[in-house]
């Protein structure tokens, strides 16, 4: 479903990610963590054709990401980003429907099919004729998972989607978004530095620090048998902040 060949990016002498190859199965969720400026954004929005690499290939459902290929491949991704990233000018129901009205859906088809993702993601349908700054951080949340599924997309990619969240709403939200996912049988890369999230949504995640992958596995395997000193410092770290939450 996504494959990685050396990819790298530059912003002038700075290097954001090392040369990295990754391969990512279809049906399959992967989570990218690290800490902030580990590179894991920006590898996910390389994958998302939003930025070009600097080097290397990148393979998206079975074809070549170019700026030529970009806009196709996109309207088979589903895109999710903190508190849902929403143009506050517009209702829910219409942010949810952006891309479908764009490509030419009737009105009937796109309502049933928001009303119909609402309620798997169990967002209130009266809540689908409200303004953004109406909604809470969760409810936005929810209407930003309906937009990137409408399409019915192959492939989701998640940029810290709870990311800004109180503790509570994360929870129940882990829970609604782990349920879709699996019900709907999508293939899923995440980006979070919350290794509970990473380990709740995916089954294999892939530390990163300095724009390298340090280590992929499931997150026991990570635990048991680090491969570099910073995966345990991580780890630890994340364990620590469980314990005086």
Not at 227 to 232: L, M, R, S
């Amino acid at each position: 479903m996504i494959e990685l060949e050396g990819v790298s990016k530059r912003y002038g002498d700075k290097i954001a990610v090392h040369p990295i190859d990754l391969r990512v199965e279809a049906k399959s969720a992967l989570a990218l963590i690290g800490t902030s400026g580990c590179g894991k954004s920006t590898l996910l929005r390389i994958v998302a054709g939003l930025i070009p690499p600097s080097s290397g290939r990148v393979r998206v459902l079975g074809e070549l990401m170019t700026a030529k290929t970009a806009p196709m491949l996109r309207r088979r991704i589903g895109y999710v980003i903190q508190d849902g990233g929403l143009f506050p000018h517009l209702s829910a129901r219409d942010n949810a429907s952006l891309m479908a009205r764009h490509i030419g859906w009737d009105e009937a088809k796109v309502r049933r099919r928001v009303d119909e993702l609402a309620a798997l993601t169990q967002l209130d349908a009266a809540l689908l004729d409200r303004f953004p700054a109406e909604l809470s951080g969760g409810q936005r949340q929810r209407v930003g998972i309906v937009r990137a599924l409408v399409l019915d997309p192959e492939l989701l990619l998640l940029d810290e989607p709870l990311g800004a969240l109180d503790p509570v709403v994360r929870a129940q939200l882990q829970e609604d978004l782990s349920r879709v996912v699996r019900e709907l049988d999508k293939t899923v890369l995440l980006v979070t530095h919350d290794m509970t999230e990473a380990a709740f949504l995916a089954r294999e995640v892939a530390l990163m620090s300095a724009g390298r992958v340090l280590q992929r596995g499931a997150l026991q395997e990570l635990l048991d048998a680090p491969a570099d000193p910073f995966v345990t410092r991580f780890l630890t770290a994340q364990r620590h902040a469980w314990w005086t939450a």
